[in-house]
């Protein structure tokens, strides 16, 4: 099958400044891809490459198979996206925007608009510009997700959401992948991405420096072990690969190199394990990781 994005080498220069730099992705049916990274790393500029607002410098981007520059009107047909600052028309109310969003789309169910009206608690009877920015966010949210796209991209969908309403996104999410679509979901929220994403892209300072699923990507860093065994454990600190070990009794805690992990359980089986509990990093740990590494190459 093929993709539906399609990022190869991609570059982006504003003048002397280049916010893109050699970018490679891809985004299947059925699947949500995280891309994440800090401000200024290059998600909205290659959320607006691939929109076919701004025109790459270098490489190519497709989607549907199409070129997103040339041939952006026909892709747009097909897709739904909502931005992380949503401005609307003050003096129409919520109803009347979402309305004209389904109208411009050309492919809106209203029975799930009327659904997802309730499920976000809008009241799409008040002016829009009466509205917060949470209820702002669910306007664009209502459109996008009642529209009937094969790709829906979302860059910081859940920007002024109360936590109630981040999960009700979450589960609409969940029923888009179900039914085939792809999503691209570029958010701070870390944990929203560690809780959809079946693949994650790490964007820093315009270059891609990691990608794959999360089990691939922690592969590389440590897990935490916390562990009671009848016979003490304080040997295990001079294992190579064991990092900040502590212990209270036979009671330790302490990280380890996912590749000595194998190493570490053989020892620990020798001590008479009463209770273990390995936990992998989180996408948080694993997003300073690579945050933390990029800053020491500058040291």
């Known amino acids: 099958m093929s993709a539906i994005i399609e990022v190869k080498g991609l570059s982006k220069h504003f003048g002397k400044f280049q916010a893109l730099k050699n970018v490679s992705f891809e985004l299947n049916a059925g699947e949500v891809l995280g891309y994440i990274g800090p401000n200024g790393a290059g998600k909205s500029t290659t959320i607006r490459t691939l929109l076919g607002i701004i025109k790459g410098t270098g490489g190519s981007a497709h989607i549907f198979g199409k070129d997103v520059w040339t041939d952006a009107i026909e892709i747009h047909k097909n897709i739904a996206y909502v931005p992380g600052d949503v401005y609307l028309w003050p003096n129409l109310s919520g109803g009347e925007i979402i309305d004209m969003f389904l109208k411009l789309h050309g492919h809106a169910n209203h029975t799930k608009r009327d659904n997802l009206i309730k499920r976000f608690e809008l009241d799409p009877k008040k002016k829009a510009r009466s509205y917060s920015k949470g209820n702002r966010q669910k306007i664009a949210l209502i459109a996008a997700l009642a529209a ?114 194998q190493t570490v359980m053989s020892e620990l089986a020798a001590l008479d394990i009463e209770k273990l509990q390995v936990t992998p990093p989180t996408l948080e740990e694993l997003f300073m990781h690579h945050y933390d590494n990029a800053n020491d190459a500058r040291n």
């Not at 002024?160 to 996104?169: C, I, K, N, Q, Y």
């Open 148 to 261: 009937d796209a094969e790709l829906y991209i979302f860059d910081e969908p859940t920007s002024g959401l109360d936590p109630l309403m981040e999960a009700v996104f979450q589960e609409e999410v969940e029923k888009l992948k179900a039914a085939g679509k792809a999503v691209l979901l570029s958010s701070h929220i870390l944990s929203e991405v560690e809780k959809l994403a079946d693949r994650v892209v790490v964007i820093k300072s315009g270059e891609i420096v990691d990608s794959g699923s999360l089990d691939d990507m922690r592969h590389f860093t440590r897990d935490t072990v916390v562990v009671e065994t009848q016979k003490s454990a304080e040997a295990l600190a001079a294992i190579s690969g064991v990092y900040d070990f502590s212990h209270d009794g036979n009671k330790a805690t302490f990280q380890v190199d996912t590749e000595k992990l």
